[in-house]
């Protein structure tokens, strides 16, 4: 039996309908991406390098400053409030209570304040690099209508950068409703002379063909690479707990 760890994210990669490319990467270890690979690897430096971009937009900038500014407010603060629990000798107990809980209290708060804050320049930065992806690929075509773009520049974002170390990857088979399952072990690779198997993360194979037919309503979509979350993770996870 399988201990999966149902906190780790999982990740549907589509390789495509070419059955040897499957194949390929069920024998290499890996797992490639399937989006038009004359495109793909005009961008395989820009892809490398996404994760060195420097983000030096205004609003960037600007949450830069504010979280600077929480930081200082939150060691003035900090002090202040050690300063004020320091009671004459002798004080009741209850008062010396009651000025710990209210420490505890505003360091609380402030936490939470600081976890808002870095969750929100997490998610700009998301999208800074999104955005530098569509223009990575606006550059490089005469036309693309904004539905592929979206979806092109998401799969291509979420299998350099959303998917770490330890994630669960599906992979379809040719085969209905049947699915390879692995474990991310790298980061993306560029191989420049791998054929069908250019784009690479390194992939141990926990099951190379297992059925899971809940999974064969996210096939069709114009995703290639999709969180798979909610209902669908816990049947999966239950599933490859039962192997």
């Known amino acids: 039996m399988l201990q999966m760890d149902d906190s780790r994210n999982c990740w549907l990669v ?28 005009e961008l395989a ?26 930081d200082d407010k939150f060691r003035a603060e900090l002090a202040e409030e050690f300063e004020k629990i320091k009671l004459p000798d002798g004080s009741p107990e209850a008062l010396q209570q009651q000025k710990l809980e209210l420490l505890t209290s505003r360091l609380n708060r402030l936490r939470e304040e600081a976890r808002l804050l870095r969750e929100t320049m997490k998610e700009f ?3 800074e690099k999104r955005e530098r992806i569509k223009e990575l690929i606006r550059s490089r075509l005469c036309y693309i209508g904004e539905g592929k773009l979206n979806s092109w520049s998401e799969d291509i974002f979420c299998f350099a950068n959303e998917i ?22 790298g980061g993306y690779e560029y191989a420049e002379n791998g054929l069908n198997l250019r784009h690479l993360r390194d992939v141990t194979w926990i099951q190379e063909k297992l059925h899971i037919p809940p999974l064969t309503k996210l096939q069709g979509v114009s995703r290639r690479v999709m969180p798979i979350e909610g209902e669908l993770k816990a049947s999966l996870m239950d599933l490859l707990d039962k192997q």
């Not at 194949?23 to 495109?39: K, R, S, W």
């Not at 820009?46 to 929480?70: A, C, G, P, Q």
């Not at 770490?164 to 991310?184: R, W």
């Open 125 to 127: 930065d998301r999208f």
């Open 14 to 41: 589509d390789t495509g309908y070419c059955q040897k490319r499957a194949e390929a990467c069920l024998e290499q270890g890996v797992v490639t991406i399937d989006i038009e690979i004359h495109l793909m690897d």
């Open 45 to 70: 430096d820009d892809i490398v390098n996404l994760k060195y971009i420097d983000t030096k937009s205004s609003n960037f900038e600007y949450l830069r400053e504010e979280y600077r500014k929480m």
């Open 164 to 185: 770490h170390n330890g994630d669960l990857v599906i992979m379809p088979l040719t085969d209905e409703s049947y699915f390879a399952v692995g474990k991310v072990r």
